[in-house]
Every structure is written in C-alpha cells, then in structure tokens.
C-alpha cells in the first residue's frame, strides 16, 4: 500500500494512503460538502486545476456508472473527463455496489490518471482552509517532491472549452451556450425545453450565427481573465440579445456591465447553499461551485442584485432593471443536487419568446 502526502503552501502536511492513479498532483485545494454525485463532481469542469477535498467521509461505495450517452451527452457525467487534479478523502469504500454502477472509483481514477487518497482527516483539513483560505497543495506519492501550481494565473477555460462549435437538438428556438467549461446538465436542461443548442468556444465570434439568445457557462478560474467572451458579452448587451449566465456567466455578465469581481477566501462548493430572492426574500437551497464573485456595489447604474447568499451575503445573482440580462452564481441544472430553481431556465426560454 503506497504512501501519499498531501503538502499545503502553509506548509502543512497530512498523511493518507493512495488510490487511484499513483502519480502526483498538484492545484489549488479546495472543499465540497457534497453528500453524493462524486462522478458528476469529479467531471465539473470548473474544478479544473484544484485538488478536490469532500467533506462528506464516506466515498466509492456506489461505484461509477455507464457512459451512456443521450442527445450526444454523456448522461451520467457533466464532461467527457475527470477535471479535478486530486482527490482527497477520509474513507474509501472498497466495496461497491448500486444497479448502474458498472466500475469502482478506484478504477476509475487510474484510467484517467488521477490521483486519490484516503484515511485524511478531512475535518482538519477543511478547517484549516475556511481558517486561512484556498491554499496551492501538492500531493506526493511515496516521498516524490512536486512543484506548485496556481490555476488563477493562466486562463484556464481555454483548456476545457470545446474546440469547435457543435449542435444538439432539433428545436425552434435556436440558444448559443458558451462554453467557458459547461456542465454537460445545461445542455440538457435547455434540451428538455426544446431548444436547439448551438454550443461555441469561449472565445468563437458567433454573431454571424443564426440564434434567439445566449447562455454563459460556468467554469473555472479568474473572470476577467476572459477578455473575449466579456467583449462578445458587451456587443451582445449593445444588440439586446437576451442573456443568461451561470456560475463564470454571472461573473462575466457583471464584468461586461462595467462591475468587478474578487476572490472568495474559500469560495462556495456543495449542494446545501442557500440563497435569498431579493425580490420577495424567499430562500432556495442551491448547488455551487464558484472561487469567486461579483461584488455588488460596482454593478453600474440600471443593474441591480438579485439573489444573495444567506451564509455570507455574497452577491449570487444580477439582473438589468429593463433589458433581457440577468445571471445567477449557482447552478439551476444542478446534477445531482437541489432543483428548486431549475425554473430559471423556463424563465429565460419565456423570455426569449
């Protein structure tokens, strides 16, 4: 059995036992207090370049399912590959067992080449990074040192976005999805509602395309790192195509209003955050997994919040006063995870129409 350690950039070290592929990682580790969907999770493309921590202690015990695919999606994934760099546990189930699992997690972790370990007091760990914030880590296998690596400091979408525009569906109302690292469950979300899904790279020029209105991703890293796709933002805002963002998409949205976003000292990921309607302050319990946010006293005139955090009073959500743009920071297509405001996405089809 090989020893692992995972080293944070404080210098503390915590010792576990390794699965999954025996190599190193390296990223910036953060938490999800996640109960389940450890395979949709682990494929988010918004954890690209962070070593992922799960609160919740026992993981592996149901295993992975099928890459069944439905439409041209993965159905049981958000992408085609694990994103996270690492894994980190506190129990790992050597036994598995459900109707669709088809593999363990184990197995799975190796033939995509990445790293897990368990037997980590991730209680320890989690604390200390809402103590001190989302630090870099590294995790060494047997001893062998490995160099830190900051996701924040490159634009990291350009390497989970599609490559070349492609198109689901058959439906009368034609949507553009930007791509800044989509969950596979916006797509099918806008699917279910009869649109036809033009899916582009985060920086493709698509105003020669013919479309009714535009969805931003979520995705991962620093906002206004995406300079073309906040550009394309303004031009479409300029023509009054109807927009909607998710996740980067409120951040991208706000920054192509004018507003500016800041990191979060630990940022927001699990399936238990609630947020509060600001129009009639009703709370919804949302899924999330932001490192970062807009922050609300720059939105510029003819903007306004529309959704805040009940924990922390973060900005969650914007919307302009009278024209066809508004955002949110958490996910409606949430997959697993609550769906109480899967009807923002039948409030943005109304709108279109």
Not at 3 to 13: K, M, P
Not at 176 to 185: H, M, S
Request: charged content about 20%; overall charge neutral; some cysteine.
């Amino acid at each position: 059995m090989q020893g692992v350690q995972l080293v944070l950039e404080d210098g503390s070290r915590y010792r576990g036992f390794s699965f999954g592929a025996k190599t190193s990682a390296a990223g910036e580790v953060v938490f999800n207090t996640g109960m389940v969907g450890y395979p949709e999770t682990l494929t988010d493309p918004s954890y690209k370049g962070q070593i992922l921590v799960l609160t919740y202690p026992l993981v592996g015990n149901y295993g992975i399912p099928a890459d069944t695919v439905v439409h041209g999606l993965l159905q049981n994934f958000e992408s085609e590959k694990i994103q996270i760099s690492g894994l980190v546990i506190s129990d790992y189930s050597f036994q598995y067992d459900h109707w669709s699992s088809i593999k363990s997690l184990d197995a799975w972790m190796q033939e995509h080449g990445i790293p897990g370990m368990y037997g980590v007091d991730t209680r320890a760990v989690t604390k200390r990074l809402r103590e001190k914030g989302a630090m870099l880590g590294k995790m060494m296998v047997n001893g062998k040192d490995n160099a830190f690596f900051d996701p924040n400091k490159i634009n990291i979408v350009e390497h989970v976005s599609i490559q070349e525009p492609k198109v689901y569906g058959k439906g009368n109302l034609r949507v553009v999805v930007v791509d800044c690292g989509v969950k596979l469950n916006i797509i099918r979300s806008l699917l279910k509602r009869g649109v036809k899904v033009i899916r582009v790279p985060w920086d493709y020029n698509f105003f020669d395309m013919d479309f009714d209105g535009i969805v931003i991703s979520n995705g991962p890293g620093d906002p206004t790192l995406c300079t073309t796709t906040i550009h394309h933002m303004q031009k479409a805002m300029k023509e009054n195509i109807p927009i909607f963002g998710i996740c980067l998409g409120n951040q991208i949205l706000a920054l192509a209003a004018g507003a500016k976003t800041y990191k979060l000292k630990y940022g927001h990921r699990g399936q238990n955050q609630p947020c509060l309607n600001l129009d009639n302050n009703r709370c919804f319990v949302t899924s999330q997994n932001h490192g970062f946010a807009v922050e609300e006293k720059t939105l510029p005139q003819g903007w306004e919040p529309w959704f805040r955090n009940a924990n922390d009073s973060t900005n969650e959500g914007i919307r302009h006063k009278r024209k066809p743009f508004f955002s949110v920071q958490f996910h409606p297509e949430a997959n697993p995870g609550p769906k109480d405001t899967a009807f923002l996405f039948d409030q943005f089809v109304e709108m279109i129409r």
